[in-house]
């Protein structure tokens, strides 16, 4: 899942990114509002980590404008206003969490995922393809009940394929959910991702299969 951070304290953005990509995502970090505002036209983000003090204004009018927006991320607002009426309006404009600073960057990851666990989240789900079961928020993947350990694009790759199961995911896309922006990206990166899974999955005698769509994608598909 490909997250945004929105923070213009170089540090404390490093320390945000490196936690949340050790917890498996993908981050794509800004340091004003008006790289976040182009940010959001490239790419669909599952959470907007935001900091309200910005060197070119206040985060509450981005807050404003993806409260607007038709497919509205949910959005962890941070900052140093500690105080009731600061957070009554961070709530108001369309926060949906608030972590006051200083913070532990553990916490930073556990209020993403318990964002994406809320009702039509991204977590909190149990993925299942076969004999092949997905924990979303353990990232854990399991052929019957033993473990099999996969690398953080291929349990991606996996996972984006389980959620739609059946369904051919455009190569395009699997790059974009992957990948965050300056992230050197080599024309076969994805097959060879699939590829390593896919022989993976066939190891563990996993009964599904992910299959190729020449030009387009690729698709899974459970065992007849």
């Known amino acids: 899942m490909r997250l945004l951070v929105v923070e213009d304290e170089v540090r404390i953005c490093e320390l945000i990114g490196e936690s949340l990509k050790r917890a498996g995502f993908v981050v794509d970090a800004v340091g ?7 940010a959001q036209l490239g790419a669909p983000y599952a959470v907007v980590v935001l900091d309200l003090g910005m060197p070119d204004g206040d985060g509450l009018s981005l807050l ?19 105080s009731v009426e600061d957070r009554v309006a961070g709530l108001d404009a369309g926060a949906d969490d608030y972590l006051i600073k200083p913070f532990a960057m553990i916490e930073v990851v556990a209020r993403v995922k318990a964002l994406l666990r809320r009702p039509g989240g991204a977590l909190g789900l149990r993925l299942e393809a076969g004999n092949v079961s997905l924990d979303t928020v353990g990232r854990d993947v399991k052929v019957m009940d033993v473990v099999l350990p996969l690398p953080r694009q291929e349990l991606a790759i996996l996972e984006f394929l389980m959620r739609r199961l059946g369904r051919v995911v455009p190569k395009a896309v699997l790059e974009e959910k992957l990948y965050g ?12 991702h699939v590829h390593h899974l896919r022989r993976k999955l066939s190891e563990a005698a996993a009964t599904c299969e992910i299959h190729t769509v020449r030009g387009i994608g690729y698709f899974l598909q459970e065992g007849q």
């Open 181 to 192: 922006m300056g992230d050197e990206l080599g024309s076969n990166a994805i097959p060879v």
């Open 64 to 82: 404003e404008n993806l409260r607007r927006a038709p497919d509205r991320p949910p959005v962890l607002v941070l900052t140093a206003r500690d």
């Open 32 to 38: 004003s509002l008006g790289d976040a505002e182009l």
